[in-house]
């Protein structure tokens, strides 16, 4: 009876599908608990072994508390819209929803073929209109609530609009525009353009003007990561910058409780970090400066240090400030429409960058310090951004190295006024620092500091105290065709919210997705569907993929609902994801977004819980094990690795499917390519050796693994339990098929356990020693707290080693072998269930219960004493824990190695520590 592994899976894998032996149901006694991995775009490319990873580990996690006794719901679904499937049917041309359809089903037959425990009556698919309805549908919800600072929640919008007409927006200050002020009398008389216009700067979802790269040349509008250098990534054509209308999400009103919220997670601390650091909390005060010449004008500034007031020597805000083109000079004039030219061509990520090159242009205004009324002459540089904070920084360049460098370079006049607590070219101040030559800030530490400047510009008039942050409201809108379309529509030019019973609002099909005009979405051009009638069009463009992705989890819960996006009774069951695993690049948007959504879903009343995932796993990434080949500059000649420092080549990639370990297979590379036909080698020892280069796994390099080639060989728990021998699961490494023979290997010898090749199964009933039980409960305390704590590396070696010693035993008995199975289920789940059966048992193994550890099985009885001669070590001996010192002196002395080294002489003292060693002295 050999280990068929490839009859067992195929075998198994139907059965379980054929049982729906993972189908959950939302009604349990059992303790709930729900895992779930960031859910995958299915590209063209297919699934490489990298991919997997997250996913095996989630899947371990989830047969275990399946065994443990849990109600697991552990589901599976694809993030279908998005840029890449419309690029992917571009460059194939076919529709994006063929592509979607096709290369969804090719990851799910590849998911199968590894073994997951996948709920697929609960599959999710992003582009589907039975899910997208609701991801329009929560969309209304935003569209139609406001935050409110007082009460710190979303409410409906028909409360914000009472509160106007009873007593305006005196309470309320307005996020969009601080600068709107009204009354209730004056909120009535407006007109419903006005009032909507109004209420557009308070909704959670809200369209304004933003910024965007336009490429006239294509057509269409270009994130800031495809422009370089002011051209197009692809085709290198200019890249303007342009205004257009956007959808956005205001999760800035957010900021405090999705800081507060990361208290209450298992995230770890590296991504606890990186999500403060993006929501970048900070305290100073708004302060605004008179501006020269300029009747009731000034330029509003943020700033945490408003105690170094006495130093700003110059004021920089953005090239797109409103006030631009207002104060500049007419002697400047030329000068910034010049450098406003400029700044069109860059991408806010290349104004960000920390750059040699110090760009600006003085606009030849003048702004005064409220409190000594110093003329400080205002500038404009690229590296203010109109979006961050008010679009302007007062520059202190005894106190900022960007300042410091600024001033430098335009021979700015800098006034030391701080003294030695501030050095221009270091750029920092200490936390104690004493004030100098700063008026009635003199002698004060800073934070003393800080509150009188405060209370002074709040008892002007001209400024207040201010928390900020740095993260600012993200674009919801795309020009592009494969996505959501907003059920929005537009009359006389004014936003309104479809109807609910109207959605889904379904994207038409097109055969040409070419941008509108003027940067419009693809959908632009489809008259007929745009142009409801004269005076209503509808929204042409469509939401971004982290759209479905923010409330997934949710829809797993309930996803045959028609009703509504999820029932409460089925959220409230699965409430919170338990275990969330998923890659860091997706640690601040998609995680940001879908902790907003969460947050104001449980505002509104619909969930009964605000942060969606109570513990996150970041998996590690698989790297590629690249090989190279050396190629003779010039020829079609390839020269072995340990002998290509004699020749000059060039290093190129081959494909890893046709290197054996190190060594290239010649005919297949031969085959590889046309060009490879009439390749030459000089070999080494009758060999071709390749290179290695660790890098990240890619089509591109070749160094790609199809996980299908290695189940293929090698069978699925194999590759299940390799992945997660390769080291812990949030550590990076590369993948090497050479490896992955030693853990088929200990598959086999588990196998041998069990059944021998002629004799069938050789399992026995007969009863278990003490030394094979405590193998047995040693290995059931290590793979239980490793699975519960994801140390799957060291559990799969902890498997090796009990699987070891119980073949050096001969150990073939059911009541060892049995719980063995089971603790093995989750990690080679097609094994396990066939010796399950062959067992003799009728119920899955899926649903066994899981082995309890018994402390007695574990404990030493016995302890080896090392037995020296005069400090030396001659021998060991075993004596029993409770033995006492009379018994241990008598096997000691009596001993034939303690007698050869006494060789006759007297024993003066027998030293014996308890638990540790012997000692003779003679």
Known sequence: MEYNFRAIEKKWQARWVETKAYQVSN??????????????????????????????????????????????????????????????????????????????????????????????????????????????????QLFDSWFNRTTQKAEKIDTLISIFEQAGNAAHECPGDRYIKFTGEEWKQFSEIRQREILMHYRLAYLAFAEVNWCPALGTVLANDEVVNGVSERGGFPVIKKKMRQWFLRITEYANRLLDGLETVAFSDAMKEMQRNWIGKSQGAEI????????????????????????????????????????????????????????????ERERLAEVKQITGCFTGAYVLNPFNGQRIPVWISE??????????????????????????????????????????????????AVLQNSDFLNGMNMRDAMDVVIDKVEAMGIGKRQINYKMRDSGFSRQRYWGEPFPIVYKDGVPYALDEKELPLTLPHVENYKPGEEGEGPLANITDWVQIDADTRRETNT??????????????????????????????????????????????????????WTKALYDLGYIGFQEPYKKLINQGMIGGSSRMVYRLRGTNTYVSHGLKDKYETDELHTDVNIVDGLELDIEAFKNWRPANKDAEFILEDGKYICGVVLEKMSKGKYNTVNPDDVVEKFGADTFRMYEMFLGPV?????????????????????????????????????????EELKILHKTIQKIDADTENFSYNTAVSQFMICVNELSSLKCNKRSILEPLLILLTPYAPHIAEELWHLLGNTSS??????????????????????????????TELSFPLDADNA????????????????????????????????????
């Open 27 to 140: 009604n349990s006694p059992k303790p709930k608990c729900y895992v779930l991995d960031m859910f995958p775009y299915p590209s063209g490319a297919g699934l490489h072994v990298g991919h997997p990873l997250g996913y095996i580990s989630s899947d371990i996690y989830a047969r275990y508390k399946r065994l443990k006794g849990f109600n697991v719901l552990h589901p599976m679904g694809w993030d279908a819209f998005g840029l890449p499937a419309e690029q992917y049917a571009l460059e194939t041309g076919q529709h994006p929803a063929v592509t979607t359809t096709n290369n969804l089903a090719a990851f799910r037959r590849q998911l199968d073929n590894i073994g997951f425990s996948f709920d697929w009556e609960r599959e999710v698919n992003t582009s589907d209109p039975g899910y997208y309805k609701w991801t329009q549908w929560i969309f209304l």
């Open 288 to 347: 605004t400066f008179q501006i020269d010449g300029f009747e009731n004008t000034g330029i509003t500034v943020y700033t945490t240090r408003p105690d170094t007031i006495f130093g700003v020597d110059f004021m920089v805000i953005a090239p797109e400030h409103d006030l631009v083109s207002l104060i500049t000079t007419a002697d400047k004039k030329e000068d910034v429409e010049k450098y406003l030219d400029y700044v069109q061509s860059r991408s």
């Open 383 to 432: 590296y203010v951004l109109a979006g961050y904070g008010t679009g302007a920084i007062m520059a202190v360049p005894c106190g900022d190295q960007r300042d410091y460098s600024f001033a430098k370079h335009f021979d700015i006049h800098i006034t030391n006024i701080i003294g030695d607590a501030f050095n221009g070219e270091e750029a920092n101040a200490t936390k104690d």
């Open 543 to 596: 939401m971004p993929g982290y759209a479905g992705s923010s409330w997934y989890f949710l829809r797993y819960a309930d996803p045959k609902n028609t009703e509504t996006f999820a029932g409460r009774q089925a959220t409230d069951y699965w409430n919170q994801v338990d275990v969330y695993v998923g890659g860091t690049e997706h640690a601040v948007g998609h995680l940001l977004y879908s902790r907003m």
């Open 730 to 770: 949030e550590q990076s490494k590369p993948w090497d098929t050479k490896g992955i023979e030693g853990v088929h290997r200990f598959l086999k010898k588990l196998w041998r356990l069990f059944a021998d090749e002629q004799k069938g199964l050789i399992v026995k009933d007969d009863a278990a020693t003490p």
């Open 845 to 874: 193994v899926l649903d066994a219960p899981y082995p309890v550890f018994d402390e007695q099985y574990t404990k030493e009885s016995a302890f080896t004493y090392p037995i020296a001669v005069n400090g030396k070590t001659r």
């Open 887 to 922: 018994a241990i002196e008598k096997e000691v002395l009596a001993n034939e190695a303690v007698q050869k080294w006494i060789d006759g002489k007297p024993v003066k003292k027998i030293v014996i520590v308890k638990g540790r060693m012997i000692n003779l002295v003679v």
